[in-house]
């Protein structure tokens, strides 16, 4: 069976340094069905830093500018490698919601593949990647946490993206450093909304593996809501490494369609042309 990797960073993320050539040679070498890359681009800092009056809440600006060398890039190195691998050029859109005109801008890239909507902050907040968990109570937790889902909601209402990203990940952080490890039942009708919202318009979730060999233990989201995905009507349903270097192209994808397989998925897909394709699991 080949696999797919659908998440995946390169020099043109600002937390990667992964050339972009070997990215795509590990591709090949690999034998995947269909690869994607998928550089950051933060719609709530679009524009240079001088555009923002608060800036204290942001680590990086002018994400305008890395997704227009992103794509450049990887729509020069589709001819390249034609008939050598199945080339997609995506992004990974954060904080689609903070800035829904920059998201339009980016969306509307006629060279774009695939679109995977992420919540990386929510509003007023910063990154969960740099909120310092054990100085919060656990009723602040489950308050950030409440936003985050009705975040992701509002963000499944969109319909800008093809497939919702990492859907846990704002649980990767407490866990991973703080052994903090709130119970998101209490969300899961909101989440199960979310869900509907993405089957009714033929949108999809992304099954993130990083969270396998990064220590969290598990995938983004888990198998419980993949499954409940499918429950709900759900049919698109992508698998992502999240790699920012080489070496961890396609790591776990195994699980990841193991985790496909037994939420009653047969079937996993890739985009192109912003149109799902699909492969037999």
Not at 7 to 23: G, K, L, R, V
Not at 108 to 132: A, N, P, T
Not at 177 to 186: A, F, V
Request: aromatic share 12%.
């Amino acid at each position: 069976m080949k696999y797919i990797d659908c998440h995946t960073h390169t020099q043109f993320s600002m937390d990667s340094d992964a050339d972009i050539n070997a990215m795509i040679e590990r591709a090949v070498e690999l034998d995947l069905a269909a690869y994607a890359i998928t550089d950051h681009c933060e719609c709530s800092t679009w524009y240079p830093e001088e555009h923002y009056q608060n800036t204290e809440l942001f680590d990086h600006f002018n994400y305008a500018e890395d997704f227009r060398r992103s794509v450049e890039a990887v729509t020069a190195l589709k001819e390249k490698y034609s008939g050598k691998i199945n080339l997609i050029c995506g992004t990974e859109l954060g904080q689609i919601l903070h800035d829904t005109e920059a998201a339009a801008i980016a969306a509307s890239d006629e060279r774009l593949d695939f679109i995977i909507g992420s919540v990386h902050q929510i509003v007023g907040e910063k990154d969960f990647y740099y909120i310092d968990y054990e100085k919060m109570s656990m009723d602040e937790i489950y308050d950030l946490l409440e936003r985050y889902f009705k975040e992701i909601y509002e963000l499944c209402r969109s319909g800008i993206p093809d497939v919702i990203g990492h859907l846990t990940y704002c649980l990767r952080y407490m866990k991973q450093r703080h052994n903090i490890c709130p119970d998101i039942s209490r969300f899961d009708d909101i989440i199960a909304e979310s869900f509907r919202e993405l089957a009714a318009m033929d949108k999809g979730i992304e099954i993130n593996t990083s969270g396998i060999r990064q220590g969290f233990g598990d995938t983004f989201p888990d198998l419980k809501y993949v499954k409940m995905f499918r429950d709900l009507g759900g049919k698109l349903v992508t698998i992502g490494s999240d790699a920012h270097t080489v070496e961890d192209i396609a790591k776990n994808a195994d699980d990841g369609f193991a985790i496909a397989r037994a939420a009653g998925f047969d079937r996993l897909c890739y985009f192109k042309n912003r149109k799902p394709y699909f492969i037999e699991i």
